[in-house]
């Protein structure tokens, strides 16, 4: 079946500093990929996401791009905010499994200091 | 602009007590989906309903009931509450289960602690 791995947390960065959290898929076929965040005390909300290989999602400053190649869909940021500081979830959902649901990765906890 | 209402936001059950999570969305979507997030496990999949009139199970159903209400409404009850079922759940509801790119949209969550 479908999984989504991502790098533990948390990730402790100061203001300014290069954001990249790693994320790597199992899924046959082309899956949807995506980025959610979570903002203290809130649901998740839709961050960015790709459909197809080489596409690249980017909203709010962030970037991701589908490497099927590397089964990778690694999230970056050049410079983050203190606002920046949440948990983020790589998800999948679709291939050839024909299990639609969406699939989260556990969580990447995000630590931005002034 | 409401999107995924849930009720109620907190709640505290002693073991054994049932309870109903109450979901509500508005944005037309076909398809509703409860999971439930714990410490170090992301987010797990409990129920999905498809569509109106249709529920199927997630990755961890057990202890658990849905009913698709109707199209807005797809509720969750736990029947005879445990501590393992201590958790935030959240509901969340889709354009179409399977479309592609499809965005889930979520709800606020319901913190549940089973004492």
């Known amino acids: 079946g479908n999984s989504v791995t991502q790098m533990e947390g948390p990730v402790t960065l100061s203001e300014e500093a290069f954001l990249t959290i790693n994320c790597t898929y199992t899924?046959?076929?082309?899956?949807?990929l995506f980025w959610y965040v979570q903002y203290p005390g809130e649901g998740l909300q839709l961050l960015l996401k790709a459909t197809k290989a080489d596409d690249k999602g980017s909203n709010k400053g962030f970037e991701a791009t589908y490497r099927k190649e590397t089964t990778s869909f690694h999230l970056e940021k050049g410079s983050v905010q203190v606002s920046d500081s949440a948990v983020y979830f790589c998800?999948?959902?679709?291939?050839?499994?024909?299990?639609?649901?969406?699939?989260f990765g556990k969580g990447t906890m995000l630590l931005v200091s002034p | 602009n409401a999107g995924v209402t849930q009720t109620p936001k907190f709640q505290v059950l002693k073991t054994g007590q049932s309870m109903t999570l109450q979901c509500a969305q508005d944005?037309?979507?076909?398809?509703m989906y409860w999971y439930r997030q714990d410490p170090g496990m992301g987010l797990r999949l409990i129920y999905y309903s498809a569509s109106e009139g249709t529920t199927d199970k997630g990755e961890v159903p057990n202890g658990y009931n849905v009913s698709r209400l109707n199209k807005r409404e797809f509720s969750l009850r736990l029947e005879s509450a445990a501590p393992s079922q201590t958790s935030v759940y959240f509901c969340?509801?889709?354009?179409?289960?399977?479309?592609?790119?499809?965005?889930?949209?979520f709800g606020q969550g319901t913190r549940l602690t089973v004492v």
């Open positions: 944005m037309n979507h076909n398809s």
């Open positions: 969340a509801s889709s354009e179409a289960l399977g479309r592609e790119g499809t965005e889930a949209f």
């Open positions: 899924a046959t076929g082309y899956p949807s």
């Open positions: 998800a999948l959902s679709g291939g050839n499994s024909g299990y639609s649901t969406l699939t």
